[in-house]
């Protein structure tokens, strides 16, 4: 089958991590003290606990998304989302519309697309970040031959010539 795989980047976890424990070793090793030219770590600080804290949730963290291995696997006629547990599985020809847009919001790795893809059996679009995969440009030439076989998001239109002569705001007083 001609199948491609994009994994679920955990850049962000690393770093995160490492972040901590940088930061954990530099405060302990500035409050720590020598004496008699042996080096000491002060753990009695409240501070050291609270960095200890968020360097042990990070790391547990980064080792569940490693275990979640997740990833977006597509094939000619379906999309499917891969974590260790669950496949989620969404054929490609029950797409009703698929837009590729720059979301405001959310940066993630450098990146502001997004990819909503609204199914027929779905009230709620699927919304793909690209930059939380890895080859993020491979995944949106991808994402674009899927989206020219399938149509785009309707473009609402503002009904700007209503009817002002009935409207509350420009009726005069007669």
């Known amino acids: 089958m ?18 901590y424990l940088s930061t954990l070793v530099l405060y302990a ?3 720590g003290s020598f004496v ?6 002060v753990f009695k600080d409240p501070i050291v606990y609270i960095i ?15 275990w979640r291995n997740r990833k977006l696997i597509i094939y000619p006629a379906k999309l499917v989302f891969h974590s260790r547990h669950r496949e989620r599985i969404f054929e490609i020809e ?6 590729i847009s720059k979301e405001r919001l ?13 199914m027929k ?14 080859h993020n440009r491979e995944l949106i030439i991808e994402m674009e031959k899927i989206a020219d076989r399938v149509p785009g998001k309707k473009q ?5 010539g209503r009817d002002i002569k009935n409207s509350t705001i420009f009726r005069q007083e007669e």
């Open 36 to 41: 008699e030219d042996q080096f000491s770590f």
């Open 94 to 99: 029950n797409i009703e519309w698929m837009h």
């Open 121 to 134: 059996n779905r009230q709620i679009p699927l919304r793909i970040r690209v930059g939380r995969y890895e």
């Open 106 to 118: 959310v940066q993630t790795a450098g990146r502001f697309q997004q990819i909503s893809i609204k």
């Open 29 to 31: 090793g500035i409050r």
């Open 52 to 66: 200890m804290l968020f360097f042990f949730v990070s790391l547990v963290v980064l080792f569940l998304n490693i």
């Open 156 to 160: 609402r239109r503002f009904n700007i």
């Open 2 to 19: 001609n199948e491609k795989v994009f994994k679920y980047k955990l850049d962000f976890y690393y770093q995160q991590t490492l972040i």
